[in-house]
């Protein structure tokens, strides 16, 4: 008899996420889990032991390769802080554009609430923020972004408009299914919501 194929941890994490995003947590089992991916109960339940411990590994590793994507090496960072808040959601919008699964499941998540969220927003949605919240005061102060409550607004917009749109189907997008559309599109969507927020002159 084959033994079953060995599964690297994360193929194995990636495919889970996937697998959460489209089943929900809490319309589903890890048995279902199991199913749905194809895989050995007995794989899963070894490696994670609980569906809770295999949603959080998976969504640690989701934001882990988020936070990688986000990554602007020094030499390429802009020396006008509005253009690298552009370059940051460009490669927010690509990086989920890639990989959709994880904001999906933070979409939803926030939808119903819960400790599921609350670790999402205490461990990487919260800090992200107050960093993107620094960024805006700066620009802010230099009179470069308009006044009013610019943070709640990027935040929102960023999150559930560009992360929204990045994540959903070609279908509800209206474009066709091919990496130069979905970029476009996502590249247009950033630039309204960046240029929207410069300071009237």
């Excluded at 979905?182 to 240029?195: N, T």
Aim: aromatic share 8%.
């Amino acid at each position: 008899m084959a033994r079953p194929k060995l599964i690297e941890e994360e193929e194995l994490l990636d495919r889970l996420l996937d697998a959460f995003a489209d089943l929900g947590y809490e319309g589903t089992s890890l048995r279902e889990l199991c199913r749905h991916l194809g895989m050995s109960h007995n794989l899963i339940h070894r490696r994670y032991q609980s569906k809770d411990a295999a949603w959080h590994a998976a969504v640690d590793h989701g934001f882990a390769d988020l936070y990688a994507a986000l990554q602007v090496p020094p030499a390429e960072v802009p020396s006008d802080l509005f253009e690298v808040l552009r370059v940051l959601m460009v490669k927010f919008s690509e990086a989920t554009l890639r990989r959709p699964a994880l904001a999906r499941i933070i979409q939803h998540e926030a939808a119903i609430s819960g400790p599921r969220f609350e670790y999402m927003l205490t461990h990487y949605i919260g800090p992200t923020r107050e960093a993107s919240a620094a960024l805006l005061a700066q620009l802010q102060a230099s009179g470069a972004v308009r006044e009013g409550a610019v943070e709640t607004v990027y935040f929102f917009l960023t999150t559930w408009g560009i992360g929204g749109l990045a994540s959903a189907s070609d279908e509800l997008r209206g474009t066709c299914e091919s990496d130069h559309s979905r970029q476009h599109l996502a590249r247009l969507a950033v630039d309204v919501v960046v240029d929207g927020l410069r300071a009237r002159t």
